[in-house]
């Protein structure tokens, strides 16, 4: 599945909007630093999907709904797209059991735009821990 949304050739591509991938990122941003609400430790913002890895500080339900419920809502309104559900419902949580996995992980996270083909270094990708969109983490 994971290979499948990488490609970014199918579903809403609305995250590949510099403007809509801009306010996700702000948003994950300002669940760590702002609201403390997880520790971020990376993210990327896809064309079709977004990844993130985080430490929970408050109970997912008072984190990732609101945090969708913001952006989902500021989406829809530059999109003109009133009444629109942005996000899917669902969503896939892991948990990480050791340091290797989770180093893993990030990597996975980070080099994502890379093996999509986006571009040719982590660096290079502003919408990501690993690129321009986050000093931090």
Not at 52 to 76: I, S
Request: proline share 5%; with cysteine.
């Amino acid at each position: 599945m994971d290979r499948l949304l990488d490609k970014g050739a199918s579903g809403p591509l609305y995250l590949r909007r510099p403007d809509i991938a801009e306010l996700v990122v702000e948003a994950l941003i300002d669940s760590d630093r702002r609201f403390q609400r997880c520790a971020l430790h990376a993210f990327v913002v896809m064309p079709n999907h977004v990844h993130v890895l985080a430490t929970q500080l408050a109970p997912l339900a008072e984190w990732l709904g609101p945090l969708k419920g913001y952006t989902g809502h500021r989406a829809n309104r530059v999109l003109g797209l009133g009444g629109h559900s942005f996000w899917q419902n669902e969503s896939y949580d892991h948990l990480v059991r050791n340091e290797e996995e989770f180093l893993r992980i990030r990597r996975y996270i980070e080099w994502n735009p890379v093996r999509a083909g986006l571009v040719e270094r982590p660096e290079e990708f502003g919408w990501s821990s690993g690129g321009a969109a986050w000093k931090g983490g």
